[in-house]
C-alpha cells in the first residue's frame, strides 16, 4: 500500500479564496516535503487547458521528487476520458478515477467504448462512490463490464465511505459491498455537527480517528495492501484565509502520522 494525497487536501490553498493560490508544482513540494510519495491531482479542472509541455514538465518535476501521479474527473462521456487519457498518458499515471452521472446503461455503453484504450495503455478506471448512484448499482456496473466477482482488471471501484452518507447509505456496509472491486482509497474522516439552533445536522471533515469513519473495518476488508490510500479533507472554510490554509496544513500532518501508525 502507497500513502497518498489528493490535491483534496490542498482544496483551500489551491483555490482563489486565498492571496497567492499554490500550483501543481507547489503541491509537488509539499508532497515531497511530507515524505509522500504519491499525489492524485484529482477534480482540478485547469489540467485540461495545459499543454503538452507543460504537462511533460510537471511529470519530469514527479519524476524527480520520486512522486507517482494519479489522476481524477467526473463523467464518463467518451471524449471526455479520451481527453483525460490523452494527459494520463503524458503524465505517467496509470489510475484515472471518475464519477458516474449518467444512467447506468449509458455509463456501461460509454465505459465500453474506452475500454480497449483502457487496456491498451494499462490504465485502470476507478469509479468512485458517491451519493448520486446507489452502492449495489454502481457495483452492478462494474460486474456487468467484467466477471461477476472479479470485475474487469481494468475497471473497478474508489472507494469512499464518507460519500455515501448523504444517501442515507452505511459506510460500513459500503465497504463490504465494494471490498472485491476496490483499486482505490479515499480516505478522510467526518463527522455530524448541529446547525446553529439545533435546526438540523451538517456532515463535515475531521482528523482521522475522531469522527464516525471506521478506519479499521476498511482495512480489515479491503486489501489495502495493493491498493493506494489517498487522503482528501472535508474542512469547512474558517473564516479567514491564514487559519484555514494552517488547519489543512495541520489535517494532512496528522492524517499522514494516522495512517502510518496503522502500517507499523
Not at 490523452?86 to 458516474?100: K, W
Not at 471506521?214 to 487522503?231: P, Y
Request: with cysteine.
Amino acid at each position: 500500500m502507497t500513502i497518498g494525497l489528493s490535491t483534496y487536501a490542498f482544496f483551500w490553498q489551491l483555490s482563489d479564496r486565498v492571496e497567492k493560490p499554490l500550483t501543481l508544482f507547489d503541491v509537488l513540494d509539499r508532497t515531497a516535503d511530507a515524505d509522500v510519495s504519491l499525489l492524485q491531482i484529482c477534480d482540478y479542472q485547469a489540467i485540461e487547458s495545459m499543454l503538452p509541455g507543460e504537462l511533460r514538465d510537471l511529470r519530469a518535476a514527479a519524476d524527480q521528487a520520486g512522486i507517482e501521479l494519479e489522476l481524477g474527473t467526473r463523467g464518463l462521456a467518451p471524449e471526455h476520458l479520451r481527453r483525460y487519457l490523452d494527459i494520463a498518458e503524458i503524465l505517467g499515471a496509470t489510475t484515472l478515477r471518475s464519477m458516474v452521472n449518467s444512467t447506468p446503461a449509458e455509463a456501461e455503453e460509454c465505459i465500453r467504448l474506452v475500454l480497449p484504450r483502457l487496456v491498451d495503455q494499462g490504465v485502470t478506471l476507478a469509479l468512485e462512490t458517491y451519493e448520486k448512484v446507489p452502492t449495489g448499482v454502481l457495483v452492478e456496473l462494474v460486474e456487468r463490464i467484467g466477471h461477476p466477482r472479479i470485475g474487469h482488471p481494468r475497471i473497478g471501484i474508489c472507494l469512499d465511505p464518507a460519500n455515501v452518507v448523504a444517501a442515507l447509505e452505511h459506510p460500513r456496509t459500503v465497504i463490504d459491498q465494494t471490498a472485491a472491486h476496490v483499486v482505490n482509497v479515499h480516505v478522510k474522516d467526518f463527522t455530524f455537527a448541529r446547525e446553529d439552533g439545533w435546526v438540523g445536522f451538517k456532515l463535515i471533515g475531521c482528523p482521522l480517528g475522531e469522527g464516525l469513519l471506521d478506519h479499521a473495518h476498511l482495512v480489515d476488508v479491503v486489501d489495502t495492501r495493493r491498493i493506494n490510500q489517498v487522503i482528501e479533507h472535508w474542512l469547512p472554510w474558517q473564516g479567514s484565509p491564514d487559519y484555514t490554509c494552517l488547519l489543512e496544513e495541520q489535517w494532512t500532518a496528522h492524517n499522514l502520522d494516522y495512517l502510518r501508525s496503522k502500517q507499523s
